[in-house]
């Protein structure tokens, strides 16, 4: 059974938790901006992004759009 873990955090915070979530094979859902943007647009509007490695594996969570992507 995969471990789900969902995230309401506010941006910066999130990535911290998703970050150490993630490498121990734990899915997230994350509401918070710090996986949305790509890299470039983020760091623009908020900080730093501490959680490169992770970000290219993100997915924007729209099923009308990117169902075969969620699974």
């Known amino acids: 059974v995969a471990q789900i873990a969902f995230l309401a955090l506010p941006h910066k915070t999130s990535m911290g938790f998703a970050s150490q979530l993630l490498e ?3 899915k997230v859902v994350d ?3 710090d996986y949305r943007l790509e890299l470039d647009r983020y ?3 908020y900080c730093p992004h501490t959680d490169v490695k992770h970000l290219s594996e993100a997915v924007y969570g729209l099923p009308e759009f990117y169902r075969s ?3």
Do not use: M
Request: proline share 0%.
């Open 24 to 26: 121990l094979g734990v």
């Open 31 to 33: 509401l918070s901006a």
């Open 69 to 71: 992507k969620i699974k």
């Open 43 to 45: 760091e623009k509007h």
